[in-house]
């Protein structure tokens, strides 16, 4: 099955082009969903079939690669397009063909009715297919047509409802801002990738890798190589400074949102470090830059999410400072911690934005949750799940989200240091008050909506049975991970079989001393302590007694400011980068090169030729004298040349 | 010698001069006369060359035939004499004499220092067989015998053509 | 010939050229424009034979026989079509003979 893995990838291709070529003549949504559902189903089906595969190989042979054709070949740069199988690209295509199963499952019953119904199904296949040649290429040439792939896939999706009225301008505006900030993270990375050539002469996985151990290179080529790629990274992942696309994608459809925003395209970021895990082991100053973004990044997202109203808007920075998290592992050189709450990530965050989306159509679109509130009498099955990937975000013991993310921590205290700690676990604390904030709003409490005006009804079971799946594995789904301390020898599975991936990288990360089992307990339950009183408190504040927010929000109503405006970083980018660029193009790239200029030297050239043309015209007078003595002239111009030559 | 010297710098200085008094005179018929000189003037320099058919033909058919018709068509056509040579387009009449001088003095230039790929000199004997009627004749009927019926041809086409541009229009 | 250079002849065969060329662009008769251009043909005429006589080749004189032939019809026919115009516009000035310009 190993070899016959491209086919994961062309099923969603071929998805692609029954829905995209022939999608609107089909007007049978069952079938178009059959279609777009069961291509990355199959993809799913054979990613399965490799992953047993991949099992029962010895574990130094668990690295296969599938060769297809040579893409480019030109004077020493020979680009195979090829897939190389092994446990980390395994394990990043199960997530993404698994979730993206449910996910195209869960849009059957979510699009009903819309008149895009093909197109849109046509586009989330083209994304699988384009995330499956990121995850899956041998070279960093097939992971970028990957990036480029999911990157245009998430402008077509985020604009999908085109003409739909979004913020201060329409959907159109947040797929186009989305796609620009993606750009100029894209330039940093192909900057390294160009380096990448450079020193290793080759833009092979196994090629460049193997001469990062092996060849000494000073570590500013490693430096510069890693800060390019993370400023690829940092654009695609949502990572401050350009993060800024991301809550703007809540302009698409929920599904988008889940898909895309929260469970695949934005880890392409962190899947991308974890595998060029050498090359940023070579460089300790990027490593200790990629953990202090990550780190910021999730205290800051996650304190815009605490004040925010809009429903997507929360899950949105939610997923930023989640992400934040997972660079904080990686930048620590906890990659398969990193790894993993990708994975347990995948299942809640999708889980809560399917949920949200649930929430969002049964109230008829409205997506304030300060006109939400007492659903659960509702929507039973939804406020269940919803309820389990609250929990789990939250770090509430036993399940997914509590051992990822406390691997995360407890690495990020072992190679970090107490302050990490301090902040990631200060962070985790306002990540479970904004959840249940959110959770308390939707679903407990008194209604605050005209009943009248708005029924609220459950989902139908083409969208609950996704959701719940991804409860059950949001709740197992931990269990690969759970730490040594708690399962002895054979603790950690996921560790285990993504470790020979990040062999080379563990032999240059530096490890502070030397860490005791009571350490990890020690923390691991403080941890658990304030999640469980930041998750009481926020059920507190918001079910019991509004007034305790409400003061609070007067009370340092400057600070409440700040955050409700995401820190005005919109409005700066706007005014010192956009602004400019605009003002610059417009009054002296368009006014006066264009016009001026270069119009004028066209124009001129003409102007020119008229003139000349004018005065010669002169010449023809009818008068034949004149013409025989314009001959003697050229005779005697002609003698003085032979003269001269003579 | 002397005398060929003499007698070519005295016919050479009747042709020259008569050329230039032919085009600065302002009657019709005096430039004509002028002319005819000239041609006199080269048939003796051709005489010279020991070109005696040449010689002859040019008296014959140039002055005695050609120029005879000129004086009748400017008889003919009885025109009034030209004001001035150089009443209108001074400027422009001024330039064209020195342009021609100009050219004048290039050509001299490169006739008397251009480099010639041989150098010729004066041949008595062979230029005396040359200039012969009897070889010009034999050279006109045997290796040049297709242009001299050409030649024929054209004096006819000439012919016709001059008695149909200049007759009479039937009324 | 024996000791005249050949120089002196083309030099004058030049000069009567010259002299014709400045006749036709000075001169407003017609007629008088014809006969410079006779003189111009002569002049060739002179620079034709004297090589012919200098290198002992009948050719130049042979060419000197059509030259005359073709002057001759010439003359004819430029003289027949100055009477032709003369009939219309009662005028030889070349001056007022313009009719390439419209």
Redesign the interface.
């Known amino acids: 099955m190993i070899n016959y893995i491209y086919l994961a990838v062309i099923f969603p291709l071929i998805g692609f082009l029954i829905n995209g070529l022939f999608g609107r003549k089909i007007k049978n949504e069952i079938i178009i969903g059959t279609i777009g559902s069961s291509t990355v189903g199959l993809a799913f089906i054979i990613s399965f079939g490799a992953f047993l595969q991949t099992l029962s190989l010895p574990v130094d042979q668990r690295a296969n690669t599938v060769e297809l054709f040579t893409w480019l070949s030109a004077n020493g740069l020979n680009i195979k397009f090829a897939y190389l199988v092994d446990q980390l690209s395994l394990t990043m295509s199960l997530i993404v063909t698994g979730v993206g199963f449910l996910i195209h499952v869960y849009s059957i019953g979510y699009m009903h009715g819309d008149k895009g119904f093909w197109r849109f199904f046509a586009y989330l296949n083209l994304f699988i297919f384009a995330m499956m040649n990121l995850v899956l290429g041998d070279n960093f040439v097939v992971l970028f047509l990957g990036w480029e792939g999911v990157g245009l896939c998430s402008y077509l999706l985020i604009g999908f409802w085109y003409d739909k009225k979004f913020e201060k301008g329409t959907t159109a505006d947040a797929a186009k801002k989305a796609f620009i900030v993606n750009r100029i993270g894209d330039f940093g990375f192909l900057l390294g990738i160009f380096l990448i050539y450079l020193t290793f002469d080759s833009l092979n996985f196994n090629e460049v890798f193997s001469k990062a151990q092996s060849l000494s290179i000073n570590e500013t080529t490693f430096s510069l190589i890693a800060l390019f790629l993370f400023i690829g990274a940092t654009g695609k992942s949502a990572q401050i400074p350009l993060y800024v696309w991301l809550p703007d994608a809540m302009a698409g459809p929920t599904p988008v949102s889940a898909l895309i925003h929260a469970a695949t395209m934005v880890t392409a970021g962190v899947y991308m470090v974890s595998r060029a895990s050498i090359l940023f082991a070579s460089a300790p100053s990027i490593m200790m830059l990629i953990a202090v973004i990550g780190l910021l990044t999730a205290l800051f997202a996650a304190s815009i999410g605490l004040v925010q109203n809009d429903i997507k808007k929360v899950l949105a920075y939610s997923t930023i400072s989640q992400l934040g998290y997972m660079f904080l592992a990686a930048g620590v050189g906890a990659f398969s911690a990193s790894i993993f709450h990708v994975m347990t990530h995948a299942f809640f965050k999708a889980l809560l934005f399917l949920g949200a989306g649930s929430v969002i159509h049964g109230m008829h679109e409205e997506q304030n949750i300060q006109n939400y509130g007492g659903l659960k009498k509702y929507m039973p099955k939804t406020y269940a799940t919803f309820l389990i990937a609250a929990l789990a975000i939250s770090g509430f013991p036993g399940l997914s989200g509590f051992f990822s993310k406390d691997e995360i921590l407890w690495y990020a205290y072992a190679n970090g240091g107490f302050i990490f700690w301090l902040i990631g676990a200060l962070t985790a604390m306002l990540t479970a008050f904004y959840v249940f904030r959110l959770f308390s709003l939707t679903f407990l409490g008194e209604e605050r909506f005209d009943h009248h005006k708005v029924h609220p009804h459950e989902s139908p079971s083409v969208m609950t049975i996704p959701l719940i799946i991804l409860a059950v594995l949001s709740v197992i789904g931990g269990y690969v991970g759970i730490p040594e301390i708690f399962s002895g020898e054979n603790g950690n599975l996921f560790e285990k079989w993504l470790a020979p991936v990040y062999e080379p990288a563990e032999q240059k990360i530096m490890h502070y001393g030397f860490h005791t089992h009571f350490q990890e307990i020690l923390l691991m339950t403080i941890s658990v302590i304030l999640a469980l009183s930041a998750i009481y408190f926020a059920l507190y504040v918001y079910t019991k007694n509004k007034n305790i927010a409400e003061n609070i929000s007067l009370r340092f109503r400057k600070f409440y400011n700040l955050l409700l405006n995401k820190y005005y970083v919109d409005e700066i980018y706007d005014a010192a980068i956009v602004k400019p660029i605009v003002t610059g193009s417009e009054k002296v790239l368009w006014k006066f090169t264009d016009s001026f200029i270069i119009d004028g030297i066209v124009n001129g050239v003409a102007k020119i030729i008229a003139i000349i043309s004018e005065s010669i015209r002169k010449i023809q007078t009818g008068i034949a004298q004149l013409y025989a003595f314009i001959i003697v002239a050229g005779i005697a111009a002609v003698l003085l040349w032979i003269i001269f030559t003579l | ?1 002397n005398l ?2 003499l007698l ?1 710098v005295i016919l ?1 200085l009747i ?2 001069v008569s ?2 008094m ?2 600065t005179r302002r009657n ?1 018929v005096m ?2 006369l002028f ?1 005819i000189l ?2 006199f003037a ?1 048939a003796g ?2 005489l ?4 005696q ?2 010689a002859v ?2 008296i014959i ?2 002055a005695g ?2 120029m005879v ?2 004086l009748f ?2 008889m ?2 009885r ?1 009034d004499n ?1 004001p001035s ?2 009443n ?1 387009n001074k400027s ?2 001024y330039f ?2 020195a ?6 003095i ?10 010639p790929s041989r150098k ?5 004997e ?2 005396v ?3 012969t009627i009897q ?2 004749g034999k ?2 009927y045997t ?2 015998f297709i ?1 001299f019926e050409v ?1 024929g041809f ?2 006819l ?3 016709i ?6 007759k009479k229009k039937f009324e | 010939m024996s000791s005249i250079p050949i120089e002196y002849y083309l030099i004058l065969s030049t000069f009567m050229f010259i002299v014709g060329v400045i006749g036709v662009l000075i001169r407003r008769n017609a007629i008088v424009v014809f006969m410079c251009i006779e003189l111009m043909l002569n002049s060739a005429n002179l620079a034709l034979v004297t090589f012919s006589s200098y290198l002992g080749n009948p050719a130049g004189q042979v060419f000197v026989f059509f030259v005359m032939t073709v002057a001759a019809a010439e003359a004819a026919v430029g003289l027949a079509i100055i009477i032709a115009i003369f009939r219309n516009k009662m005028t030889v000035n070349i001056d007022e003979i313009n009719i390439f310009k419209w």
Do not use: C, D, H
Not at chain 2, 120 to 124: F, R
């Open positions: 010698m060929q010297i070519f050479s042709a020259a050329s230039v032919m085009i019709a430039s004509a002319l000239n041609f080269l320099l051709y010279l060359l020991n070109a058919f040449i033909v040019q058919v140039y035939a050609i018709l000129f068509v400017i003919l056509l025109t030209e040579i150089l209108n422009l009449k064209a004499i342009l021609g001088a100009f050219v004048f290039q050509v001299a230039y490169l006739i008397s220092y251009g480099r010729l000199t004066p041949n008595e062979l230029s067989k040359v200039g070889n010009i050279e006109l290796n040049y242009p030649a054209l004096l086409a000439a012919t053509g001059a008695i149909i541009l200049a």
